[in-house]
């Protein structure tokens, strides 16, 4: 919309300004500051005048200009007048911009010189006519920005640089059932909790810092004027206003969001442990019958009794991913911290998936190097990460392909690397690769099997434990996934 404000105004081929009116300390208007201007009013000449103020770049400017300014400045009452400026006339409009105490005009003014020599010839009509339409045209403009910020599924909210609420748009008024009028020139503390206000100091004090940082989303405990209370996700920007700071929120509720992940992870959790043990039972009688501890097995069935194997091993590795998946989410995760060598870990890793990868015909290889890191973590999840990693590797490699896992250290972290020779990362599915559920939709990739669980596990492994996870792919060359972990101090 301010595009299309600004082009409007680039149009217009009469001259226009805002400015912000200065006043004396006895409340006189004695000089006017150049805030926006249009194509046309740079196109009379002279130095670009925003920023600058009225006086200094025309001394000589008289004074009845200034006071005709500040009385719609003060009082909001639009003028039209024609008055003269050394021996030239001009047809001036002007109205006020913006809240009363900024004191700004907009005006609109034209050298009608020329239109004086020929007001005989009807000429004024037509040009009060052009100004006219052009006015009503600024008005139309500013009120469809209005009611597009009215109209926003988003609660905005503007405070000033101590938490002073500057603005509050429909959406808001809705949101938080205060009307606009109530809450203007107010801390927005109201807005939150009391659990949530102590925090909030801390945040807008430190939003006052040169260097602050603006930008993702954080979720607060909101207030609404009623005393109930509900779930905010917020996010801030910043834009600087006569000088000084704005903060602009963009607010919506999210507790019914927040109720639907409850039941989700309410109903994962329950399925998963309702599945758990009878699919144990289950799985450990049809073993017994594949491998004949039962007795023969005829031919046919036992191929059914080895589908019927693979497919309840791939739904208890899913079960268990989904209850890493719930602690995880809960923060119920536990983990057994202790200091331990990552070389041993790979190897230990390297030597449970042997078996998997020689029915994928791979070679897995372990370059060790002269490093020897250790590092703080719990050898058990480490192990689960590595191995997920490996078995991803495994599975995307061509027969007779190789896996390389190397240990060194780098920049003070133990890194871990595992090298494949599969056909990389789709670039349409890099954005992805750590979420939940996530596979490459390519009909290889599903012919692999797995979750889809995996790398959204590990990355929150690795980074409950002080790490970092992430990898580098060539489309039909290869992937390496890389893990850094802090070194254990000695």
């Known amino acids: 919309m301010n595009d299309r404000y600004h082009a409007l105004l680039n149009a217009m081929s009469d001259a226009f300004f805002v400015g912000e009116v200065l006043f004396d300390e006895a409340g006189h208007p004695e000089d006017l500051l150049f805030l926006e201007v249009n194509r046309a009013f740079l196109a009379l000449g002279g130095p670009d005048p925003v920023g600058r103020r009225l006086r200094e770049l025309t001394p000589t400017i008289e004074q009845h200009w200034l006071d005709a300014y500040g009385a719609v400045a003060l009082t909001a009452q639009p003028v039209r007048f024609e008055n003269t400026s050394g021996d030239r006339w001009f047809d001036v409009s002007a109205f006020r911009v913006g809240a009363p105490e900024q004191r700004r005009v907009g005006v609109l003014f034209n050298d009608i010189t020329d239109r004086k020599d020929a007001e005989a010839a009807g000429v004024e009509r037509a040009r009060f006519e052009a100004e006219r339409a052009a006015y009503l045209r600024l008005q139309e403009s500013h009120q469809e920005i209005q009611a597009t910020l009215d109209n926003a599924g988003d609660a905005i909210i503007t405070n000033d640089e101590f938490g002073v609420i500057i603005s509050f748009s429909r959406s808001a008024e809705r949101l938080f059932g205060w009307a606009a009028s109530e809450v203007i020139g107010r801390d927005h503390e109201i807005l939150l909790s009391e659990d949530e206000r102590p925090a909030s100091r801390k945040r807008m004090a430190a939003l006052r810092w040169p260097d602050a940082a603006f930008g993702g989303v954080n979720v607060r405990d909101a207030l609404r004027k009623d005393g109930s209370r509900f779930r905010l996700e917020v996010s801030l920007s910043a834009l600087v206003r006569d000088g000084r700071p704005v903060y602009i929120a963009l607010a919506r509720d999210i507790s019914e969001r927040d109720r639907l992940e409850r039941m989700q992870r309410e109903f994962v959790s329950t399925v998963s442990h309702e599945l758990r043990t009878p699919l144990t039972s289950v799985t450990g009688a049809l073993s017994l019958l594949a491998t004949g501890a039962l007795g023969a097995v005829p031919p046919r069935a036992a191929g059914m009794l080895d589908i019927a194997v693979r497919n309840c091993t791939r739904l208890a590795d899913l ?6 998946v719930e602690r995880l989410t809960q923060g119920k995760m536990r983990y057994d911290i202790g200091t331990h060598a990552l070389t041993e870990l790979a190897e230990r ?55 390389t896992v190397v240990v060194s250290e780098r920049d003070g972290c133990a890194r871990l690397e ?5 056909p990389g990362v789709p670039e349409s599915f890099e954005s992805r690769i750590f979420e939940r559920f996530a596979q490459a939709d390519t009909s290889d990739t599903r012919a692999k099997g797995g979750t889809g669980l995996g790398l959204a596990i590990s990355k929150q492994l690795i980074e409950a434990m002080g790490g970092e996870i992430g990898y580098q792919s060539r489309v039909s060359v290869g992937t390496t996934f890389f893990i850094a972990l802090p070194l254990a101090s000695t």
């Open 319 to 324: 079960i268990s991913d989904l209850m890493d």
């Open 349 to 403: 890793a390297i030597a449970d998936i042997a078996v998997y990868a020689d029915n994928f015909g791979v070679r897995i290889t372990l370059q060790r190097g002269d490093a020897r890191p250790r590092v703080n973590a719990d050898p058990a999840r480490l192990e689960q990460v590595i191995g997920n990693l490996l078995t991803n590797a495994v599975k995307f490699s061509p027969k007779d392909g190789r896996v």
């Open 418 to 422: 595992i090298a494949d020779e599969g």
